[in-house]
């Protein structure tokens, strides 16, 4: 189900005919907000590592999240049986489970008038997973395994809007949450996102042809939300990261208010 806002004139009528709502909002505008600490839990060094805290909004969450994400470029150096080295080392972002795109250069083309050389055509070849790091360089794994690839070839993050997918764990879950989430990441221009029901897996993100799927846990406490996060490469599942988000109350957002809302706009659905 998707969340579509209220005018505020309807929103602030159905409040007068709510006393209660009126009053719940009266009490919460001395905390109103949000305010995040984002506690990484993950194993790849360029990371954000357990002992950090990131405190900011739901845009800070999503720019953590990108960092796992960087726009690199790079080049097949050997090939070893089953593992091929790239010259990226582990300090350029990259986590093991990142997914990167094998690429041959073909012929140059040109301007149709003036011949001035524009580019090369370039030819897909397949999809490596990143699996270990060394100082100025990485291996990886060629999905599928026979993948013809040379050395040479170049490789780098899909140019395009990363395909991700972002599902809750459970039908227990915020979807205010997971929608404000969802906006962030969209308006960082890195991503392609879709929003899947509650308890989708990584089959239903590869159906989809989704690179990647965020699984999102939510819960309250009090006057506090929280969030676990996990994101997964759709090919292999491997892990690229999990986050632990806990939100505390403010005066410089109107989460809360958008929590009253969505509530609203439920009460209205089930009518």
Do not use: C
């Amino acid at each position: 189900m998707r969340l579509f806002f209220q005018p505020i004139e309807i929103i602030l009528a159905q409040l007068l005919l709510r006393p209660w709502l009126v009053l719940a909002i009266f009490l919460l505008q001395a905390f109103m907000g949000s305010q995040l600490a984002v506690y990484a839990a993950d194993t790849q060094a360029p990371k954000v590592q357990s002992s950090d805290v990131i405190e900011g909004n739901i845009d800070d969450v999503a720019r953590a999240i990108l960092t796992y994400f960087p726009k690199v470029k790079g080049k097949v150096i050997t090939l070893k049986e089953e593992e091929i080295a790239v010259d990226l080392g582990g300090k350029r972002g990259l986590s093991r489970g990142t997914l990167l795109t094998v690429y041959r250069e073909g012929e140059h083309f040109h301007h149709p008038v003036t011949g001035v050389p524009l580019g090369r055509f370039e030819d897909a070849v397949g999809i490596l997973e990143v699996n270990r790091f060394e100082s100025s360089r990485l291996f990886a794994r060629p999905i599928p395994p026979k993948t013809e690839i040379r050395v040479g070839d170049l490789i780098r993050i899909t140019a395009t809007r990363i395909p991700l997918s972002v599902s809750l764990s459970s039908d227990t879950g915020h979807p205010f949450l997971m929608n404000e989430l969802v906006l962030a990441l969209a308006h960082t221009g890195r991503f392609k996102i879709e929003s899947l029901s509650p308890g989708s897996d990584l089959n239903a993100s590869r159906k989809g042809d989704h690179l990647y799927h965020i699984e999102l846990a939510t819960s309250r406490q009090d006057d506090r939300f929280s969030m676990d996060l996990q994101i997964q490469n759709t090919y292999t599942g491997t892990t690229l990261a999990k986050l632990s988000v806990l939100i505390k109350q403010s005066r410089e957002s109107d989460l809360i208010l958008e929590h009253l809302q969505f509530q609203l706009f439920e009460q209205r659905q089930k009518k």
